[in-house]
């Protein structure tokens, strides 16, 4: 029980608004040090020494060096342009040209904030002057900017590997699927949407798209597109292929987003001194939380706060399901109101062993976890994707809009997350197949 008093403080202080980096190994420390002694400190640097000589880690400062990069490079929003003249004869076009977009940037930089805030202040003006409905507008932006939670190469995912002890570049493989699956989702509901309410999604003006056609059309979508699949292909399509590891890839797309940068001619001192500001800041973050996250791991464990738990499951008879379905609520509720980083190396690392004694598949659980963050990054009221869309968007767009907007989002991500809990074949076949080189007619996915 003192473990689980101890998870109920930090939660608590967390929920007060005390930073998570400081509350997480503050909190443990002195709790450690009354229940333990001075012995406490024999250990805690060895954890300490752990999360600092990681190597799958290193691949977090990467990656966010990439995407922030190639915020910067101006490439997100000459896609977003040509996309947008490319399906802007359909009506919804623009939406669907958010959406692609959206799930290209999510292949190549993993940051939500920085993509929710990009094509909301590219995106939003330009669909509502063209007549579309605040809510549709609003909700297809937070949506498609969210996708970088799910789609590889994400943070989520590189941290959820290093926490569940699973392949990076498995948990990139089995989220590939469940990704693409909610791009679908989201294409599918915007053109009923835009059939059932014409006025809601209309197509742009024939006279704007009189130039867009021919050679020209050619040229201006290979422009837009080459580059940023080129750096796909490079980061993911490394790792894939098994040419490099997540680490090595990261570093690829770290170089990768430079030189497309200085190729777009936005490289400059002011560009670099920014990005790697940022990248300094984000990647101290996330250690600091690692190294607080592995003291309180060390003070629950050792007050056998996960043994309990377990324990606990088991006197209750709860099957794998029925743990998993809990679980999934709880990080659901947990994502309202604290960020991925926190639930990842707080709620996760006291269910992942209950998982692993069920005998349960813990690449799909990570890829479910990850699904249900982002779920969770939407929900109102308190998802962190729709205050960064708030934070841009003009004067005339209301909080009821943006709420409004993601209803439906919410609602095709639940879907999405229950066919791939009905359907492990969607995360796990695509590791099996590529890493382990199993042919299909023997494909085992998942076991009990």
Known sequence: MLGI??????????????????????????????????HFFEFMPLRVWGVSTNILLIAVPLFV?????????????????????LFGRMRGGLAIS?????????????????????????SLPTMLKRGYSKPLATGTIAASGTLGQIIPPSIVLVLLGSVLNVPIGDLFLGALIPGLLLVVLYLIWINIRAWWRPDVAPPMPAEELAGFRGREMVIRVLRAFIAPLFLIMAVLGSIFAGIASPTEAAAVGAAGATLLTVIQGKFNYKTLHRVMTETTFLTCMVFTILVGAGTFGLAFRGLHGDTFLQELVSHAELGPIAFLTIFMIVIFIAGFFIDFI???????PIAAPIFMAMGVNMLWVGVLIALNLQTSFL??????????????????????????????????????????IAIPETVTCLPEYMVRNVPFSELRCWSN
């Open 379 to 420: 929900t109102p009221p308190f998802g962190f994707s729709l205050f960064y869309l708030k934070g841009v968007a003009p004067a005339n767009v209301k909080t009821t809009d943006v709420y409004k907007g993601i209803v439906p989002y919410v609602i095709i991500q639940l879907v999405a997350l229950a066919l791939v």
């Open 342 to 348: 926190e639930i990842t190396f707080i709620h996760v």
């Open 65 to 85: 060096f990439m995407g922030v990069m190639l915020e910067s490079s101006g490439l997100a929003e000459e896609m977003l342009e040509t996309m947008a003249l």
């Open 98 to 122: 958010v959406v692609v977009v959206g799930a290209l940037l999510a292949a190549s930089t993993g940051i939500v904030g920085a993509t929710v805030v990009t094509m909301g202040l590219l």
């Open 5 to 38: 008093i101890l998870f109920g403080i930090v939660l608590a202080m967390l929920l007060v608004g005390f930073p998570v980096a400081f509350t997480l190994g503050g909190v443990s420390t002195l709790y450690g040090l009354a229940t333990f002694g001075t």
